[in-house]
C-alpha cells in the first residue's frame, strides 16, 4: 500500500488532495451512528444553545439516562474539537438526566449530521513541524479549561477539562495549564518517536497577561499551598524548555469554544479555522478565517523564510558549479613567444599579444657582467641586442669595416 493512498485507519479515513495537503475524517463512523437516531429535519449552526442553562434533576427518567448514556457513549469516539464543549456539559449530567439534557445532546446529533462534511486537514503551507497549543480557562459554576492543539495546521490533540478547588479565574487558568503540561509532554514525546523532535520548547498561547506573568517571572507569589504546587510546576515547564507562554488577544485564542457556549458569530469563524469544510480548496472565507490567528500566521511565515533560504543556497551552489565549470573548461593562456621583428605579425588583433617594449641601454656608469647581461637580453633578436654579447663579425665584415677607417684616415684631396 503507497503512502498517499493509506485509506482507512483505525476507522478514520485519510487521503491526500491536490497540493499536498493531508485530510482525516470519520464520516464512515458518523453515517453508521445517526442512522441509529431519528432526528428533525431542522438545521443547526452550533452544538449548543447559549440560551439554554442545563441543569440535572433528582429523579431522572430511566428511559432519558439510557438515552443520553447513548447518545454520549457514540460521540465520544467521533474525534471533533468543535463538540467537545457540548459534549461535556451532557457528560457531566448523564446520570441526572433531565428534558433538557436529552435536548441538548439531540441537538449534537443534529449538527454533526449538518456539518458531516468538515474534515480535519494538515496544510501542506503550514507544515513547519512545530507544535503549538492554545489554552483556556472559564471561571463560573464550572471552572472548565480547554487545550488544543494544533501541529502542520492539523488538530493533534484537544482536551476540555474541569478544574476544582479555584477561588479566581487566574488560578483556575493556572491549574488547567498544569493540567495541559502532561498532555503537551506527551504529545511532545510522540512526535520524537515519529521523527518529528521539537526544536525548542512549545508556545502556549494564553489570554491573561497575569498568568504569563505570573509564570514567566520569579518570586513570590502569594498563593495558598496546592495553588503553590502549580506555579512551581509551571515555571519548572518553561525552564525545562518545554512550554513557552506567549500572551494573545482574547478573540484570537481558538480553545475559548471549549470553555463556554458560544453564539454562531463567535463559533463558526473559530470552527473554520480548526477544521475544514470538504476535500477541496478552501473558500475564500476559510482562508480569512484562519489567517487571523497566531498558529497559521507563524507557521507561514517559517516555511516561507525556509523556502527563501533554500532558494538562496540553491542559488549560491549554482553559481559555484558554474564557476567551477568555467574554470575548468577554459585552457591554459599560451607562452607568448616573441618571434624575429622582420617575421612577426603586426595587424591590430596581435598588437597586443606581440608587441615588445623597447630596450633602453644600460647608462655609461653600469658595468654588466656577462650572466646579468645575458639574463636581460634572453628573448631579443640579435639585431637589438647590446655590443656586449652580439655575435662577432664575419671577415668580410671586419675588412670592409677596416677599409672604411683607412678612407677616413687619408687627408682630402687624395
Not at 365 to 390: E, K, M, Y
Not at 394 to 407: I, K, L, M, N, V
Request: glycine share 6%; with cysteine; proline share 7%.
Amino acid at each position: 500500500m503507497k503512502r498517499d493512498d493509506a485509506g482507512f485507519i483505525l476507522g478514520y479515513q485519510c487521503s491526500r488532495i491536490a497540493g499536498g495537503d493531508i485530510t482525516i475524517n470519520q464520516h464512515g463512523y458518523q453515517v453508521r451512528m445517526l442512522e441509529r437516531y431519528y432526528l428533525p429535519q431542522t438545521h443547526v449552526d452550533t452544538p449548543a444553545l447559549c440560551s439554554v442553562h442545563l441543569e440535572g434533576t433528582k429523579h431522572p427518567c430511566d428511559d432519558d439516562v439510557a438515552i443520553v448514556q447513548a447518545v454520549a457513549g457514540s460521540l465520544q469516539y467521533l474525534r471533533r474539537p468543535d463538540i467537545a464543549f457540548a459534549l461535556r456539559q451532557v457528560c457531566w449530567l448523564m446520570s441526572k438526566a433531565s428534558p433538557s439534557v436529552v435536548q441538548a445532546a439531540a441537538r449534537i446529533l443534529q449538527y454533526v449530521r449538518d456539518t458531516g462534511e468538515y474534515v480535519n486537514r494538515f496544510h501542506e503551507d503550514e507544515a513547519d513541524g512545530i507544535l503549538r497549543v492554545y489554552a483556556d480557562t472559564s471561571h463560573g459554576e464550572r471552572t472548565v479549561s480547554s487545550m488544543l492543539s494544533f501541529f502542520n495546521g492539523g488538530v493533534i490533540d484537544y482536551d476540555v477539562a474541569r478544574i476544582k478547588q479555584c477561588d479566581s479565574s487566574t488560578t483556575g487558568e493556572l491549574g488547567g495549564l498544569v493540567k495541559h503540561i502532561k498532555r503537551i509532554e506527551c504529545t511532545r514525546n510522540f512526535l520524537s518517536e515519529i521523527r518529528h523532535p521539537q526544536p525548542g520548547p512549545t508556545p502556549v498561547y494564553l489570554d491573561s497577561q497575569a498568568l504569563v506573568q505570573a509564570i514567566t517571572k520569579d518570586g513570590p507569589h502569594g498563593l495558598m499551598k496546592h495553588e503553590a504546587k502549580w506555579i512551581v510546576r509551571a515555571r519548572e515547564s518553561v525552564t525545562r524548555g518545554i512550554i513557552e507562554p506567549r500572551l494573545i488577544p482574547r478573540h484570537e485564542n481558538l480553545a475559548d469554544p471549549g470553555t463556554a457556549t458560544r453564539g454562531p458569530t463567535d463559533f463558526i469563524p473559530m470552527r473554520d479555522a480548526t477544521l475544514s469544510s470538504h476535500q477541496h480548496a478552501l473558500t475564500t472565507q476559510e482562508i480569512a478565517h484562519r489567517e487571523a490567528y497566531p498558529h497559521v500566521r507563524e507557521a507561514r511565515a517559517n516555511i516561507a523564510s525556509r523556502r527563501a533560504a533554500a532558494a538562496a543556497t540553491q542559488h549560491q551552489q549554482q553559481q559555484q558549479q558554474q564557476q567551477q565549470q568555467r574554470v575548468t573548461t577554459i585552457p591554459p593562456p599560451e607562452w607568448k613567444i616573441r618571434p624575429d621583428p622582420g617575421t612577426r605579425d603586426t595587424s591590430e588583433s596581435n598588437k597586443e599579444r606581440w608587441d615588445v617594449p623597447e630596450y633602453t641601454p644600460p647608462t655609461a656608469d653600469f658595468t654588466p657582467a656577462r650572466g646579468i647581461q645575458q639574463n636581460h637580453n634572453s628573448g631579443l633578436p640579435p639585431s637589438r641586442r647590446d655590443d656586449a654579447t652580439a655575435r662577432p663579425p664575419s671577415a668580410a665584415q671586419t675588412a670592409t669595416q677596416q677599409a672604411t677607417r683607412e678612407r677616413a684616415q687619408q687627408p682630402a684631396g687624395l
